[in-house]
């Protein structure tokens, strides 16, 4: 495959197709179109030749080694294609790879690992270093241990693992969350997500512990981590008549569900119920109205994540690494001053 092949595939000009993978300088090319050249990347198996741009400059020392491989592993999502959060980390990981002369070989998911297809994949391991997603539990951390000499980890849950990690700390994140809701003049603050061993619920309990606020048990949803859950979980909590004034979400998308609850019910965001999350994807602030969320750096994580797992590949440490990453609140439309709950019986 030549850069060419990949231009006329994509509908565009070799130089924007060179400046895309190679990310030189700034690339004019939509979010669109670079989604567009990767996809045509990975599907083709096209490699960088970086010893031949080196020999074509006349540079003696170029490398003619094979290129490197790494995979992808999705630890707590089935469809690797469409998560609004690990997907653009993959993508980010893929990128950084590829200037560095690896290639992202495949993706797979910890649903998947026992699918025959995926397991002739990861047990005939033709990869130098695998990038794990998201929280894994111990079972998934002895197949990782038993199939891959290098791992690198990124998520918002620090793992109990001797691996290089890349973390931006969800447990932080969400007591920043709650504390800007505090400090609307919110004391009835619901939760809606996942609650066994989840750091992002544990810092709302903490958080509201600090205050000194009482969680009642009515305050808590149990639900997945999606919009289905979101919408499921806050439906739940207003047909028991839940009186919070705000709710806090894990991640977006489950937020964005809750608010399609939340308005359905009758519900004004944020006259009668602020809604706030973590994440900040791209759809977050094209809502009506636009989620207020906590920004998590994923392109950066990304980037992080593959330097991290290339440098630990060819010898450039030995000790399990730990990084944490900066997040800060993008202030949007969704939060506002508490308000006693208006009951159900006065809605329109």
């Known amino acids: 495959m030549t850069l060419k092949e990949i231009a006329t595939q994509a509908g565009v000009s070799i130089s924007t197709v060179s400046r895309v993978i190679n990310k030189s300088g700034r690339c004019p090319a939509?979010?669109?179109?670079?989604?567009?050249?990767?996809?045509?990347?990975?599907?083709t198996g096209y490699t960088p030749n970086s010893s031949a741009r080196q020999l074509k400059k006349g540079d003696p020392h170029a490398d003619t080694s094979r290129c490197h491989a790494l995979a992808c592993l999705f630890a707590r999502v089935e469809d690797t294609n469409t998560d609004n959060f690990f997907s653009p980390l993959a993508r980010s990981i893929e990128k950084e790879a590829f200037r560095h002369n690896y290639i992202l070989k495949y993706t797979f998911s910890a649903f998947d690992i026992h699918h025959p297809g995926t397991y002739r994949l990861i047990s005939d391991n033709h990869v130098d270093g695998v990038a794990v997603l998201g929280r894994c539990d111990k079972q998934l951390l002895k197949?990782?241990?038993?199939?891959?000499?290098?791992?690198?980890?990124?998520?918002?849950n620090s793992l109990d693992a001797r691996y290089d990690q890349i973390?931006?700390?969800g447990y932080?994140?969400?007591?920043?969350?709650?504390?800007?809701?505090?400090?609307l003049g919110h004391r009835k603050i619901a939760y809606i997500g996942e609650t066994e061993r989840e750091d992002r619920y544990r810092g709302y309990l903490d958080a509201l512990s600090a205050e000194n606020i009482t969680v009642y048990k009515g305050y808590v949803s149990n639900v997945t981590l999606s919009s289905e859950g979101g919408y499921l979980g806050a439906k739940r909590l207003l047909e028991q008549n839940c009186d919070a004034t705000a709710y806090f979400c894990p991640n977006d998308m489950t937020a964005i569900g809750a608010m399609r609850a939340i308005q359905e019910a009758g519900y004004s965001i944020p006259g009668d119920i602020s809604i706030i999350s973590i994440d900040d994807i791209e759809t977050a602030q094209y809502l009506i109205p636009m989620l207020t969320t906590v920004h998590i750096p994923i392109e950066e994580m990304g980037q992080m994540a593959a330097k991290t797992l290339i440098d630990r590949i060819e010898g450039g440490h030995s000790l399990p690494m730990k990084i944490n990453l900066p997040f800060y609140i993008a202030n949007r439309e969704s939060c506002g001053p508490a308000h006693p709950l208006r009951p159900r019986e006065e809605l329109d």
Request: overall charge neutral; charged content about 20%; hydrophobic content about 45%.
């Open 143 to 156: 197949f990782l241990k038993q199939y891959f000499q290098y791992v690198v980890y990124a998520g918002l």
């Open 167 to 169: 973390i931006c700390d």
């Open 172 to 183: 932080q994140a969400a007591v920043t969350a709650i504390n800007h809701l505090i400090q």
């Open 30 to 43: 939509s979010k669109e179109v670079q989604d567009r050249i990767w996809e045509i990347v990975r599907q």
